[in-house]
């Protein structure tokens, strides 16, 4: 059983910044892959950026070069640091990791709220 715990979401105006955290713990052997989805009103779910445990880093073409993310792998941490944040990017941001020989994990989702 994994667990995901995220943290950082919440209120900012536009061109601000915010930092999503997410830790996992419980029975993990080996993670692949951790990132993180969201989901706006209205929207599809969209990835928004993942990172394999080589560091392998992909983004969304909607917040490539403003968002960055990193990863501990010894901690089973991730974190996404988004800046110049736009009110397009307000959603429900959902971590995500996929553990070696088990089943994929999701956080509970944190909600981000980009003001004009």
């Known amino acids: 059983q994994v667990q995901l715990v995220e943290s950082g979401g919440g209120l900012v105006q536009a061109g601000g910044s915010l930092t999503l955290t997410c830790a996992a713990s419980g029975s993990i052997f080996s993670i692949d892959a951790m990132g993180w989805y969201r989901q706006a009103p209205g929207k599809q779910r969209e990835l928004v950026a993942v990172i394999t445990s080589g560091g392998s880093i992909n983004f969304a073409d909607s917040v490539k070069g403003r968002f960055t993310m990193s990863r501990d792998n010894a901690k089973n941490t991730v974190t996404l640091r988004m800046n110049s944040l736009k009110p397009e990017d307000t959603a429900v941001y959902y971590c995500?990791?996929?553990?070696?020989?088990?089943?994929?994990?999701w956080g509970q989702g944190t909600q981000v709220t980009v003001s004009s």
């Open positions: 995500f990791c996929e553990v070696v020989a088990d089943n994929d994990y």
